[in-house]
């Protein structure tokens, strides 16, 4: 390994800085460069045999290299484009002394258009790196591999720009190494992994608690509008039954008055007669 360029393409760099240090602390010539490609995912370790054995093995190193995907033009032509094209290179010279070797090796993402940021002072350098940078990549993973499931992520004919989103996202870390998500879990900065993981299981049950709250409230209201309709509906039948209890004393009232009018006005004649027979037989 003497005079070589030992270069740590892992999600995080704090960790693999301290033991790439550690083990070539006794040979200066050996240069250490950290880098996080975030090119996409990286082949699983279970596949990397077959890499190897399709590149001629490489002495047990997987060849990184731009790949390109076809499609058609506007016109009709075909075109290739480069998928690494505007993805982001991160790197950091933790212990560089061929400078122009170090700067080819990096020429590499240059010249595949890759956006190069050097970390160091405190812009993604090792410690910041791994506290943001390593954090989303690792939270990326964890969404994607929570959402690798056919019931969750249903295919359907027709799908929105999100859903596609999320589908890209599922397949991604389901078809990334298990071992570097391991990896971005065992030596994130402060547990932050752990953090984050039993931070989505409080906000889940969070969220489970509002749907039953809304759940419940929505009920609740609904059996108050039925209560207050049934209360409603009763004061309009008692209304209804003395309106109608009130028409019929009415009724009654005008028959009784009806029936004994006559009954007066025969008396009335009698009484009249009497009084003019009587006079009648004064006069004689």
Same mark, same amino acid.
């Given at each position: ?44 370790? =279970? ?9 001629? #093995?490489? &002495? ?31 790197? =950091? ?16 993402? =240059? ?7 050097? &970390? ?13 940078? &390593? ?54 900065? #402060? ?60 009724? #009654? ?23 003019? =027979? ?7």
């Amino acid at each position: 390994m003497s005079g070589k360029l030992v270069v740590d393409i892992g999600p995080l760099n704090d960790h693999p800085k301290t033991i790439l240090l550690n083990a070539f602390a006794n040979d200066p010539t050996i240069d250490v460069l950290l880098t996080n490609p975030l090119l996409g995912m990286l082949p699983k370790e =279970e596949n990397k045999t077959k890499m190897q054995n399709k590149n001629g #093995n490489n &002495g047990g190193v997987t060849v990184m290299a731009p790949s390109y995907s076809s499609g058609g033009g506007s016109d009709g032509t075909s075109s290739s484009s480069n998928i690494w094209e505007g993805r982001q290179m991160i790197y =950091e010279r933790s212990r560089v002394a061929n400078i122009q070797r170090c700067d080819k090796y990096l020429k590499i993402f =240059e010249n595949a258009r890759c956006e190069i940021i050097e &970390g160091g002072g405190g812009i993604a350098d090792s410690d910041t790196h791994d506290i943001t940078i &390593g954090d989303a990549e690792f939270m990326t993973h964890m969404i994607g591999r929570l959402l690798d499931d056919r019931e969750l992520l249903t295919p359907t004919p027709i799908m929105s720009k999100e859903y596609k989103e999320l589908n890209k996202i599922s397949q991604l870390a389901s078809n990334g190494s298990f071992d570097r998500f391991y990896g971005m879990y065992k030596y994130s900065k #402060n547990d932050s992994a752990k953090k984050r993981i039993k931070k989505l299981r409080d906000n889940l049950a969070s969220l489970e608690c509002e749907l039953a709250a809304r759940g419940a409230y929505l009920s609740a209201k609904q059996e108050m509008i039925k209560g207050d309709r049934q209360k409603l509906l009763a004061e309009t039948r008692m209304l209804l039954q003395e309106l109608a209890k009130s028409d019929s004393s009415s009724d #009654n009232d005008d028959t009784v008055n009806t029936s004994a009018a006559p009954a007066n006005t025969a008396a009335t004649k009698k009484k009249t007669a009497t009084t003019t =027979e009587k006079i009648d037989d004064d006069k004689e």
